[in-house]
């Protein structure tokens, strides 16, 4: 069935670095992607998002790149502050649209001061 | 513009009981989503509504859960005869386009 998984379930960066966090799917007809930021006792926040005819989309500090090829996403965080400490999750939308989105386990960033 | 709202954040039930969890979505937003978050882990979907319609609820057990979003009023998940096993948080997310989904602060559901 449809998987959408991290390679990292954990992380650890010193401030100021960059943060590399990567994600697998392996449902090809997947189209639109999401990242989302979950501090703790909080409800996932939106970061960025990414349709599969792009490769890549920047927002303020944030970069997500996409490889259709080998069905990879990544959420790049420049110079990691000790606010962006969490857990990020991918999620997959159907290739449809209106479906739920299929969340990986997340990554748990951690941020060294 | 507030956000999604989510009440009570935190619901205590003992086994057996009903969990009532409640969800207002952003304004203008049609489409909401119910998901499930155990420790840990993901989260995962339970049931996606439009307003008075269940869309998809592929993800909701059979029995015991129920789920509505009434023309006025904010959607409803209920859980009925909780058992220690429903233990988790719940989320929702709201969206006006089906793509784009925006999630409350949860509900955090512990059954005695």
């Known amino acids: 069935g449809e998987n959408v998984g991290l390679h990292l379930p954990t992380l650890s960066v010193q401030e100021g670095d960059n943060s590399i966090i990567n994600c697998a799917y ?3 007809a997947s189209d639109y992607f999401i990242w989302y930021k979950q501090e703790s006792g ?3 926040q939106f970061i960025i998002d990414i349709r599969s005819n792009m490769d890549k989309r920047q927002g303020q500090r944030v970069t997500v790149l996409l490889n259709k090829t080998v069905k990879h996403l990544s959420l790049q965080i420049a110079a990691t502050q000790p ?5 990020y999750f991918c999620a997959e939308n159907g290739e449809s649209g209106n479906t739920p989105l299929v969340f990986g386990k997340g990554t ?3 941020v060294i001061a | 513009n507030a956000g999604v709202m989510q009440n009570p954040r935190h619901l205590v039930r003992r086994r057996g009981q ?4 409640r969800c207002s979505p952003m304004k203008g937003h049609s489409h ?5 978050q155990l420790p840990e882990e993901g989260l995962k979907f339970m049931v996606y509504l439009q307003k008075e319609n269940i869309i998809d609820e592929s993800g909701m057990p059979k029995e015991r859960f129920s789920a509505e979003f009434p023309k006025e009023g904010p959607s ?3 859980i009925q005869q909780v058992v220690r096993g429903d ?3 719940y989320f929702c997310a709201s969206s006006s386009t089906g793509r784009e989904q925006f999630f409350g602060p949860g509900t955090r559901l512990t059954v005695l």
């Open chain 1, 26 to 28: 392996s449902n090809s």
């Open chain 1, 42 to 44: 909080k409800g996932p």
């Open chain 1, 83 to 87: 606010g962006d400490s969490a857990v």
């Open chain 1, 108 to 110: 748990r960033l951690s």
């Open chain 2, 18 to 21: 009903e969990a009532r969890l």
């Open chain 2, 32 to 36: 909401v989503y119910w998901y499930r």
């Open chain 2, 76 to 78: 409803i998940l209920r």
């Open chain 2, 87 to 89: 233990s988790a948080a």
